[in-house]
C-alpha cells in the first residue's frame, strides 16, 4: 500500500486535493474530483467552542419523534441526531457570521478551480446557501463511513474543526468497498499528518483509495456530496466539536451565507465580478 504525505499551505491559500482516475480501458471506472482545504481562516475557535459548547443542550432539548444521526452512528442523544430541526447559521454570533463568509470565499475559489474558463454568472454565485448542525464529540466517539447522497441535484459539502486533538478525517474513493475496520487500520498511526493512500493493483496507476485528513483548529473543508468519508476515534478528555454543513444553490429552507449579492454586472468586461467587499468584517 502506497502512502504519500499531503504537505498543505499554511499562507491561507486553499488545498485542492485530487482524486482522478487514470483508466487504460473505456470500460475502466472513473473518477474525478477535489477536497479543497484552507487553513488559517481567521476564525477564533476558542470563543466560537465556547458558544456552541452553551448551545448544546438546547439542541439536545428538542423532542422528535424523527431523529436521524445521517448514518455517523453518534446515536439519538447527539446534536447531530437533530440536524434536521436547527441551522447554527441561524445563529447569531460574530464567528459564526466570519465562518459563513470563510465557506463562501473557499466555495468561490473551488468553482473557479474547477471551471476556468467558464465566466461567473449571477445564477451560480449569488443565493449560496447553506444548513449547518454540530458535531460534539467526547472520549471513544468515531463518525462512522457515511456519504450525503448521490441524487442528481447533489452538490458540495463541508465542515469546519472548532476543536479537536489527534483526530482524523478520512475521504474514501466511492469505488471502494472494501470493510470499515480495514479502512481504520489503513489510516492507523501518525494523526498529525495529512494523507494520501493509493491502491495496491495490477499497475502503478490504480489510484486513490482515500485521503486520510489531519483534523487541526480552524480547518474548513468542501468536497461533494457523493464522498463517503469517516473519522477516527476521539481519545481524548476534552470535547471535540465540528460545524458539518450541505451548500444549495438555492435558497430551500437553508440559510443564506451572504444576505446581499456577491456578483456585480461589469458592462466594460461584459462579466459578474466578485464584491470582494463581503469578506470585510
Known amino acids: 500500500m502506497k502512502s504519500v504525505v499531503m504537505n498543505q499551505s499554511e499562507d491561507g491559500i486553499p488545498n485542492f486535493i485530487p482524486f482522478v482516475s487514470k483508466a487504460s480501458s473505456p470500460f475502466a471506472a472513473q473518477w474525478r474530483f477535489l477536497i479543497a482545504e484552507q487553513l488559517n481562516t481567521g476564525v477564533d475557535c476558542s470563543l466560537l467552542k465556547e458558544f456552541l459548547l452553551e448551545k448544546e443542550d438546547e ?28 441551522n447554527v447559521f441561524s445563529w447569531k454570533h460574530p464567528q459564526i457570521d466570519k465562518l459563513k463568509r470563510e465557506i463562501y470565499r473557499l466555495y468561490y475559489q473551488y468553482i473557479s478551480y474547477c471551471f476556468p474558463d467558464n465566466k461567473l454568472s449571477s445564477r451560480d454565485f449569488n443565493g449560496i446557501s447553506a444548513n449547518c448542525w454540530l458535531n460534539v464529540m467526547r472520549k471513544g466517539d468515531r463518525i462512522k463511513i457515511h456519504q450525503h447522497g448521490y441524487h442528481p441535484s447533489g452538490y458540495l459539502i463541508g465542515h469546519f474543526c472548532v476543536s ?4 482524523a478525517t478520512v475521504y474514501v474513493n466511492p469505488y471502494e468497498h472494501c470493510d470499515e475496520n480495514e479502512l481504520i487500520e489503513d489510516v492507523r498511526g501518525d494523526m498529525t499528518q495529512s494523507r494520501m493512500i493509493y491502491h495496491d493493483g495490477e499497475s502503478d496507476n490504480d489510484g486513490e483509495k482515500l485521503y486520510a485528513s489531519s483534523n487541526r483548529e480552524g480547518k474548513l473543508t468542501l468536497f461533494p456530496t457523493y464522498v463517503p468519508h469517516f473519522t477516527t476515534e476521539h481519545k481524548e ?7 458539518a454543513f450541505d451548500l444549495r444553490p438555492k435558497y430551500d429552507n437553508s440559510v443564506p451565507l451572504i444576505d446581499r449579492p456577491v456578483c456585480n454586472w461589469d458592462s466594460n468586461r461584459g462579466e459578474f465580478i466578485l464584491d470582494e467587499t463581503i469578506f470585510q468584517d
Do not use: H, M, W
Open 59 to 86: 439542541v439536545l432539548s428538542i423532542r422528535t419523534d424523527q431523529l436521524n444521526d445521517g448514518g455517523t452512528g453518534l446515536g439519538a442523544d447527539s446534536t447531530t441526531a437533530r440536524f434536521l430541526y436547527y
Open 164 to 167: 479537536c486533538s489527534n483526530t
Open 237 to 243: 478528555d476534552t470535547e471535540r466539536i465540528t460545524l
